[in-house]
Nanobody, 119 residues
Framework: QVQLVESGGGLVRPGGSLRLSCAAS????????MGWFRQAPGKPQRELVA????????HYADSVKGRFAISRDNAKSTVYLQMNSLKPEDTAIYYC????????????WGQGTQVTVSS
């Protein structure tokens, strides 16, 4: 069904900003939620960073509240993650993901984009 492609990652200095984009091949209206996850170097688990529920609500991990913002452009079927005040601990591979229904897991994933925060 839907395919997701992330872009916008790169190397930034601490305190800098990046905006990640996630382009969906299909309409994001068909998904209950779009989310951004990240997996830090050497860690087996991905963590939820931010989620945009199609009904209108958003959720953020405590570690990124006030610094990151998820948004969407429904017409372009694109979800964004604006990352400000970046810290070295934000370094990770960032993945875009989609959830079909509220009780479902995120089961559609992009390939990931590397974000490295270093001086």
């Amino acid at each position: 069904q839907v395919q997701l492609v992330e872009s916008g990652g790169g190397l930034v200095r601490p305190g800098g900003s990046l905006r990640l984009s996630c382009a969906a091949s299909g309409s994001i209206f068909s998904m209950n939620a779009m989310g951004w996850f990240r997996q830090a170097p050497g860690k087996p688990q991905r963590e939820l960073v931010a989620a945009s529920i199609t009904s209108g609500s958003t959720h953020y991990a405590d570690s990124v509240k006030g610094r990151f913002a998820i948004s969407r452009d429904n017409a372009k079927s694109t979800v964004y993650l604006q990352m400000n005040s970046l810290k070295p601990e934000d370094t990770a591979i960032y993945y875009c993901a989609a959830r079909k229904m509220p009780t479902y897991s995120y089961d559609v994933w992009g390939q990931g984009t590397q974000v490295t925060v270093s001086s």
